[in-house]
């Protein structure tokens, strides 16, 4: 008995046919362009961009083994330096880069989300709306004491960011008016360390990025605004910011690519699951 | 040429890389500090505070913040160090002993990232709650950890000093029906003070170069402190912290301050070692 007719080899064809029909245009989309290219991009510096970039990183290299790409954070600081000086690819940062900087450099930008930057407390402290003077008062150290805020008799902890920071470059401009942070400050490292201290801390306070929070910590209203989502993107809480990805001079290959990615409908609807608001 | 010399020569001259890969990295750091020194600026860095806003770039606080934490590690390790390492090579059956040294060197494997961990997540918070006020970032906290981390340094350091004294010494003190007490105290300890030294100031030399801990749960506030429970910034926090600033900046140029300090630190107490093991020659 003739175990492989031509009918039953073509009917077999067929399927396979079928099989990858189906499957081609389920990875068909913005993602396409990475196909059949290799090599790797490196990314540092912002650290409020780094969910994001994760997160496409992770869906490119899925689709696309041959690709390899690094996510490094350091603050913004670190990103414009790095990518000025060679040492990355792209270059985050929660500032639009100074004239001075891109200047020195030769920087593209590319602004692709908006993200505002909140201050935040323990989920346990009791104080949950802030004006700006108090605040202004606590950042400062004037104020030390929960007490008069209506929290606890418990020293206030302040926790602030490094210089490299561009969420403390926004925070510091736009919702302390350039004014003092105390040295007894203590200092992290990340929007992400940030986020375990105070969550660490009942009588912490800082600030993150809009796009971090989550139920570890709790915002706080500043002059009656809590910083969420949705009053970032209405304009209501005006303490916001856009996030940058830099490359230094016109991005080429598989940068190019990678910064077309986080413009696309993929992209774009990345940048909102991890809690910031797309640009075009 | 014979085998012999080409090999003497080899050796002769990767001693010499590596000897002047030391001196090149101090020559490194004083050039590029050099702008400081012209300006006279060095000494005024080393003594100020650190105040940004009115660009005045002091690592007085960082100092001072190092000095606390770095004595205060070694006042936690010392005797727990000591205890241990006295249990292990004298006190202890010889079995229990092999295993608890055995378990002290695989600590020294431990990195310091863990060590960070764990005290971000478990000795800041009893810190914060056991003593009231402030953040639980603070000296205390930090030297406590670092205690841990450079306590393997001294442990393995003393116990191979202890098993260094003459064996008829300690002969001795059993045939005159010594307790073991007395034998360490009396016998042991004093004909092993050179190592316990050297032991002590290598763990001091670890406690001042270490960045992650410090960095992890001192709080790097940039104040001086005035206490145990406030927190500090050490020289190599900044360091970490700074090398984001503008490179050309004042507030870059101090960290070369601070290398060449953490340089000149390791430098003396090597130096120190070195003279007491001379000089103590030939001692029992």
């Known amino acids: 008995m003739k175990a492989f007719t031509f009918q039953g080899i073509m009917f077999g064809v067929c399927l396979i046919v079928v099989a990858l029909l189906t499957i081609v245009p389920a990875g068909a989309g913005p993602i396409d362009g990475f196909k059949g290219q290799q090599g790797t991009i490196r990314i540092s510096g912002g650290t409020a961009h780094i969910p994001v970039m994760k997160e496409a990183a992770k869906r490119i290299m899925t689709e696309n083994p041959e690709i390899q790409i690094s996510v490094a954070g350091g603050g913004s600081g670190v990103g414009i330096k790095q990518v000025g000086e060679g040492l990355v690819d792209i270059g985050n940062s929660g500032r639009k880069p100074s004239d001075e900087e891109t200047a020195k450099y030769g920087l593209e930008h590319f602004k692709w989300a908006i993200d505002g930057v909140g201050v935040v407390v323990n989920p346990k402290n009791p104080v949950k709306t802030l004006s700006r003077d108090q605040l202004k008062a606590i950042f400062a150290g004037n104020e030390t004491s929960w007490r008069a805020l209506g929290g606890q008799d418990k020293m206030i902890n302040v926790y602030t960011r490094d210089k490299a920071s561009g969420t403390r470059a926004v925070f510091w401009k736009k919702a302390l008016d350039k004014g003092v942070i105390t040295a007894r400050a203590n200092f992290v490292v990340s929007n992400g360390a940030m986020k375990s201290a105070i969550g660490n801390d009942p009588y912490g306070i800082g600030y993150v990025s809009v796009g971090h929070m989550d139920a570890t910590v709790a915002p706080v209203a500043l002059d009656g605004v809590v910083p969420t989502l949705d009053t970032v993107k209405s304009g209501a809480y005006k303490v916001a910011r856009g996030l940058y990805s830099n490359t230094k001079g016109e991005p080429s290959g598989l940068t190019a690519l990678f910064i077309e990615y986080l413009f696309s409908t993929e992209g774009r609807q990345i940048v909102m699951e991890k809690g910031f608001i797309p640009v075009r | ?284």
Request: hydrophobic share 55%; glycine share 8%; charged share 10%.
């Open chain 2, 1 to 284: 040429m014979n085998r012999e010399n080409v090999a003497r020569r080899l050796f002769l001259s990767a001693a010499i890389l590596s000897a002047s890969v030391t001196v090149l990295i101090l020559g490194f750091m004083v050039v590029l500090a050099l702008p400081l020194f012209k300006q006279g600026l060095f000494f005024e860095i080393l003594s100020q505070p650190w105040l940004p806003d009115s660009s005045i770039f002091g690592i007085f606080p960082m100092i001072v913040g190092t000095a606390s934490i770095a004595l205060l590690s070694l006042v936690f390790g010392f005797p727990l160090s000591l205890g241990v390492s006295a249990l292990a090579s004298t006190f202890a059956p010889t079995r229990i002993g092999f295993l608890l040294k055995k378990t002290v060197q695989m600590m020294t494997g431990i990195p310091t990232v863990i060590y960070g961990f764990v005290g971000v997540f478990l000795l800041v918070p009893i810190v914060r709650e056991m003593f009231g006020g402030g953040s639980g970032m603070c000296i205390l906290a930090a030297s406590a950890m670092l205690s841990v981390l450079i306590a393997p340094t001294m442990i393995l350091f003393f116990s191979e000093s202890f098993e260094n004294v003459p064996k008829q010494h300690i002969d001795a003190v059993d045939a005159l029906g010594g307790t073991p007490v007395q034998k360490f105290l009396y016998v042991i300890l004093p004909g092993s003070w050179r190592g316990i030294l050297t032991g002590v100031v290598l763990a001091l030399g670890r406690a001042v170069g270490d960045t992650l801990i410090a960095l992890m749960i001192a709080g790097n506030a940039v104040a001086l402190p005035s206490s145990v429970l406030d927190s500090v910034r050490t020289l190599t926090s900044h360091i970490a912290l700074i090398i984001a600033a503008d490179f050309d900046s004042l507030e870059f140029k101090t960290i070369f301050a601070c290398g060449i300090l953490l340089y000149l630190l390791t430098t003396i107490s090597v130096l120190v070692i070195r003279v007491l093991s001379s000089k103590t020659r030939g001692m029992p």
